[in-house]
């Protein structure tokens, strides 16, 4: 069966494309490339013996989208993790994440409306439940108003696909949740590739014990958690990525309940940011260089998922610890600058 994976050269699109093509799944992969090197594809083909489709093209490009759903009238699936994803950019920049976040959705289920049991996966993440006032977060736990235009962007994202959905009954959908996806692929073959400064914890540890950061800052640990830091649910991306693909099974197999359903992605276990600092101590045998300074506006105190629903229902369980998703993180690290 074929795919579209758009973004299919990212971060968790690459990891998604390895196990699609592991499950025999033949994969056509869209990305402009604006957030990814096209050498991904030989990280994908050397850990699968095979290269996806690609084709290089800015989604936002309406007419290129309905001449690619013409070409590939085959495709019986689509996993849409192409999106603008800086939370900081997003609040300077407010247009440009909606019309990529949204305005390419919105062409994507334009297409696959047309199609006759289409299936659609959309990635989502848990900055829609912002400060949950429960945990672990269960799916039912209300939307709070976003922090920003990027989670914002996951919050209409979703309500666009629902309202979709409802007036196309043989149309799909399922949202994934993710909470904070971390690592690298074992073989060390793809991983995340951040450009500039990381956004994200887990990428500016690495590049901090590698000598690339000077100093990461651990925003404030006066929080009501245990050691005072905030606290996230880190999932290693393979097993993300392996969870796309028990999703796009139940859809395509037809075993959905209804035909917009939603789950979180993530391990159950909340992990501080210092638990991961010493988790990557451990498995690097270095000392990371780190201060505490005040707390960072938006933070929340902590997040982490009930994977109740996602373990049940998709027959899928996240299976690496925080150590294993660190190791891989730091061997990727080692491996990116050794050939830069
Ligand atoms: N990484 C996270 O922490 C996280 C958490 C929750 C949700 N998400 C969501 O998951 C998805 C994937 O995230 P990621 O971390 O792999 O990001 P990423 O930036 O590594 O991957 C996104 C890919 O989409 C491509 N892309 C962006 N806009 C495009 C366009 N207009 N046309 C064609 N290609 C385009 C980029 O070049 C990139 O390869 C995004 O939707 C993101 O918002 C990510």
């Known amino acids: 069966m074929k795919i579209l994976v758009t973004g299919g050269l990212g971060f968790i699109g690459s990891h998604t494309v390895v196990e699609l093509q592991n499950e025999g799944f033949e994969v056509v992969v869209v990305d402009n490339l ?8 030989d990280g994908i083909e050397a850990i699968t013996g095979k290269k996806p ?7 936002r490009e309406k007419p290129r989208v ?5 070409k590939h009238d085959d495709i019986a699936g689509v996993i849409h ?6 939370v900081g950019e997003s609040v300077e920049k407010p247009l440009q994440y909606y019309e990529n976040n949204l305005g390419v959705l919105v062409y994507m289920l334009q297409e696959l409306k047309k199609k006759h049991g289409a299936s659609f996966i959309f990635s989502s993440s848990c900055t829609v439940y912002g400060q949950a006032d429960k945990m672990p977060i269960t799916e039912a736990a209300p939307v709070k108003p976003a922090e920003s235009p990027y989670g914002n962007t996951k919050q209409v994202g979703e309500e666009i696909i629902r309202d979709t959905c409802k007036v196309n009954q043989d149309l799909n959908a399922i949202a994934l949740r ?14 995340e590739l951040p450009i500039g400064v990381p956004q994200n914890l887990v990428p500016f540890i690495t590049q901090t014990g590698i000598g690339l950061r000077e100093q990461l800052s651990v925003f404030g640990d006066d929080y009501p958690t245990e050691d005072g830091t905030c606290i996230r649910d880190y999932i290693h991306v393979v097993d993300l990525a392996k ?6 099974q139940r859809l395509l197999a037809g075993k959905n309940e209804t035909n917009y359903e939603v789950f979180n992605l993530g391990t159950g276990k909340g992990s501080s940011v210092l638990e991961v600092i010493h988790s990557f101590e451990r ?9 505490i300074v005040d707390r960072r506006a938006g933070d929340v105190i902590q997040a982490y998922a009930d994977t109740k629903k996602a373990n049940k229902v998709l027959g899928w369980k996240a299976q690496s610890s925080l150590d294993d998703a660190m190791k891989s993180a730091w061997e990727w690290e080692k491996i990116v600058r050794s050939s830069s």
Do not use: M, R, T, W
């Not at 309905?66 to 013409?70: E, G, I, K």
């Not at 993790?81 to 800086?86: D, G, L, Q, R, V």
């Not at 690298?184 to 991983?191: E, F, L, N, Q």
């Open 34 to 41: 604006s957030n990814s090197s096209i050498d991904v594809l």
């Open 53 to 59: 489709i690609f084709e290089e093209f800015d989604l």
């Open 66 to 70: 309905q001449a690619f759903f013409q």
């Open 81 to 86: 993790f192409a999106a603008s994803k800086a």
């Open 178 to 191: 993710y909470f904070n996806p971390i690592g690298a692929h074992p073989s060390g073959k793809i991983g």
């Open 243 to 248: 969870a796309h693909v028990a999703a796009l």
């Open 283 to 291: 498995v690097s045998g270095k000392k990371l260089n780190y201060k």
